[in-house]
């Protein structure tokens, strides 16, 4: 079992830049895919970024070249630069934890992240 907790979330303005982070709890983490993903009001939940356990890297095209997603694994967290922020970029956004080999997949409460002047 595993527990994400994510924080860093809040108000921004046009431009600005914010860090998500998430805590993950439970065993082996560093095998886990992990993955940010965000829900705007009204829209599906959507891929952000993710990053396997040998620090591969996806984006989504809206984001990439403004967002980075890292992760630590000694502190078993996730990471997510969030620079160049858009009023698009509003939504909760959801850390998850994905080990498809046994059929793993974990969510977290999900983080506010408005971007309003």
């Known amino acids: 079992q595993v527990q994400l907790v994510e924080s860093g979330g809040g108000l921004v303005q046009p431009g600005g830049s914010l860090r998500l982070s998430c805590a993950a709890s439970?065993?082996?983490?560093?095998?886990?895919?992990m993955g940010w993903y965000r829900q705007a009001p009204g829209k599906q939940r959507e891929l952000v970024a993710t990053i396997t356990s040998s620090a591969s890297t996806n984006y989504a095209d809206s984001v990439k070249g403004r967002f980075t997603i890292s992760r630590d694994n000694a502190k078993k967290t996730v990471y997510l630069q969030m620079n160049s922020l858009k009023p698009e970029d509003t939504a909760v956004y959801y850390c998850?934890?994905?080990?498809?080999?046994?059929?793993?997949?974990?969510w977290g409460q999900g983080t506010q992240v408005t971007v309003s002047s």
């Open positions: 439970g065993s082996f983490f560093s095998i886990y895919t």
């Open positions: 998850n934890a994905q080990w498809a080999g046994v059929g793993h997949n974990y």
